[in-house]
């Protein structure tokens, strides 16, 4: 009871023993006495009206409390509920020995910035009428705007990278022509770098419009952007940069799931179904990953239709189309007439990098599946490149097709404990979709595009001997083939003998140095230890090591057969991350 209420009960009670206990000369009549009484019976009326106002006030207390109590019930309850994923036979997910957020396999990952269990990342979690408060609160970095969830992501990272060989590169290493030759004074020189660049900050908006539909929106920016005034002198001071932008739309009774924006390719491989968020992404360090890991993050607009309660996925992706060429010193060699394959940007493309004239956009299909042990996946590329060769007055337009076949597979061997994947594609045109990122193609003598043949390939283990601990162990290769041709003495195309490699192994050699990459392959090794974690996040701490050979097409050699030397690169990288949101 407040005290205004108890205030007006007292005056009432008061009023009515004044009533009783008046004196003689106010009850001189049995008018009087009967009014007296009529007054006290009225009073009596008041008091009980006032006890039952108070009971129906301390019953709705009392409903509050309980409605409260339930709510915090819920929140606990949500922040461990795992999202309904269809988890492979074998995999489960990990919780810490108190019971807390669960860091198990993949928790670390860094393209994962808020995980709750080995197969979610920022993934929706379920919403209930008690979150939709504004500001109600149910993970760490999720908080509630009316009918929207939003969820923080990232982490703050201090790295370190040393490489034998001199790439004049940060953190995401080049395994192609970064990798310098013997007649480089760089090949000659070791490598440091420290860099706080990979920090990462990543938001997951999504809202229920029904329980069959659901509406979200992710971005995820880091600091790997370099414009013309970025240096390492004294500010370090390096750009923002968009890694994935898009909105997705899920139809739980239809089964069907829609993206459009930025992401990652439909062309990577995923732990469940082609579930956004869900990549199968290598555990490395460092940000180039490995030779044979099949990859893009571009703009695409993608449907998928899952089957069986999620076992079974069927998707198409319309991705942006890009195609790098490599022509020789001597050009194109187009008999007649100039090629036009790429342009410098204008505008807000930028102008110190050559887009290509791609006529449409990269075509992608994936079936995908999770029929009770492990993950399976198959998938076919179609690229549509086009150029046009002119002459004065005239012209005409070339397209050609390419693309290729890959397929990947994710399967546990101990339980939670231990996984095998294996992953490859092969086909013509394909280099843009490989880490080592190898050309796509060269012109061929009629001036239209020549697509080139290569192989990706990547196979890895990762073991979580503890919820605490991941480690990781990867052998990759991107292997490419030979397209060329030689007119008027000259030597053109790709990966050409004639092409000459006689300075390829002396430093400071005056003489030419082709050098075409033929292939590049990588084995590497590291882990994760979760040394810290709790209501603050969790701190991380990793190492790597790697080792990279590429090898180069044969070409002419010098006098004695000096030439056609081959390249490696031992790197060993160590990092630590604060993870507050996780």
Not at 180 to 192: A, C, I, K, T, V
Not at 291 to 315: E, H, M
Not at 469 to 496: C, H, M, P, S
Request: hydrophobic share 35%; glycine share 12%.
């Amino acid at each position: 009871m407040n005290s205004a209420t108890m205030s007006r009960a007292g005056l009432l009670c008061s009023a009515a023993m004044v009533l009783l206990h008046g004196t003689p000369a106010l009850a001189q009549s049995a008018a009087q006495i009967n009014a007296i009484q009529a007054q006290i019976r009225g009073l009596n009326d008041q008091l009980a009206r006032l006890r039952r106002d108070m009971a129906a006030k301390d019953a709705a207390v009392r409903a509050a409390q309980a409605d409260a109590a339930q709510a915090r019930a819920t929140a606990e309850q949500t922040q461990t509920t795992v999202v309904n994923l269809p988890i492979p036979k074998g995999f489960k997910p990990i919780t810490t020995a108190s019971g807390g957020p669960t860091l198990g396999i993949y928790a670390a990952h860094p393209e994962y910035p808020s995980p709750k269990t080995d197969w979610t990342s920022l993934n929706a979690s379920p919403v209930t009428a008690a979150d939709q408060k504004a500001g109600a609160t149910g993970h760490k970095g999720e908080f509630h705007i009316g009918g929207v969830t939003i969820q923080l992501g990232g982490f703050v990272e201090g790295a370190g990278i040393y490489r034998t060989r001199n790439q004049v590169n940060d953190i995401a290493s080049n395994f192609n022509t970064g990798i310098p030759l013997p007649n480089s004074q760089q090949y000659h020189e070791g490598e440091f770098r420290e860099s706080a660049r990979q920090s990462r900050f990543a938001i997951l908006m999504h809202g229920d419009i029904d329980p069959n539909q659901h509406v979200a929106g992710y971005a995820e920016l880091d600091l790997q952007g370099a414009a013309g005034t970025a240096n390492s002198n004294e500010s370090n001071s390096y750009n923002p940069r968009l890694r994935q932008g898009y909105v997705s739309y899920d139809n739980d009774a239809m089964g069907l799931h829609v993206l459009a924006g930025q992401a990652w390719s439909l062309a990577t491989m995923y732990k469940v179904g082609v579930t956004p968020r869900q990549e199968n992404l290598p555990l490395t360090i460092d940000q180039q990953y490995v030779p044979g890991f099949t990859w893009t993050r571009q703009p695409q607009f993608r449907v998928a239709k899952d089957f069986d309660n999620g076992k079974y996925w069927l998707a198409a992706s319309l991705e942006s189309p890009q195609t790098t060429y490599s022509v020789g010193a001597n050009g194109t060699g187009v008999d007649l007439g100039t090629a036009n394959f790429n342009n410098p940007g204008i505008s807000t493309l930028d102008p110190g990098q050559s887009y290509s004239d791609d006529i449409a956009p990269d075509v992608i299909v994936k079936l995908a599946a999770d029929p009770g042990y492990g993950h399976y996946e198959l998938y076919g590329i179609a690229r549509f490149m086009q150029d046009r060769v002119s002459v004065v007055g005239n012209g005409h337009n070339n397209t050609r097709l390419a693309g290729g076949v890959g397929a990947g597979m994710l399967l546990p061997i101990l339980g939670d404990k231990l996984s095998f994947e294996a992953r490859g594609l092969a086909g013509y045109g394909i280099g843009r979709y490989g880490t080592s990122q190898l050309p796509d193609a060269t012109i061929g003598r009629s001036g239209a595009p020549e697509p080139l043949p290569e192989v990706q390939a990547l196979v890895g283990i990762v073991g979580h001997p503890d919820p605490d601990f991941d480690l990781y162990g990867y052998v990759g290769t991107e292997q490419i083939g030979r397209r060329y041709f030689n007119a008027n003495g000259k030597a053109f195309g790709y990966g050409n003998p004639a092409y000459s490699n006689a300075g390829c192994d002396i430093e400071l050699s005056t003489a030419t140095c082709t050098a075409n990459t033929s292939g590049i392959v990588q084995g590497t090794v590291g882990g994760w230890w979760r040394f810290l974690h709790g209501d603050f996040g969790t701190l991380q701490t990793g190492i790597q090591y790697s080792y990279t050979r590429r090898s180069v097409f044969d070409g002419v050699t010098g006098a004695g057969g000096t030439g056609n030397a081959a390249t490696d690169d031992n790197m060993l990288l160590f990092s630590m991350r604060y993870l507050p949101f996780q």
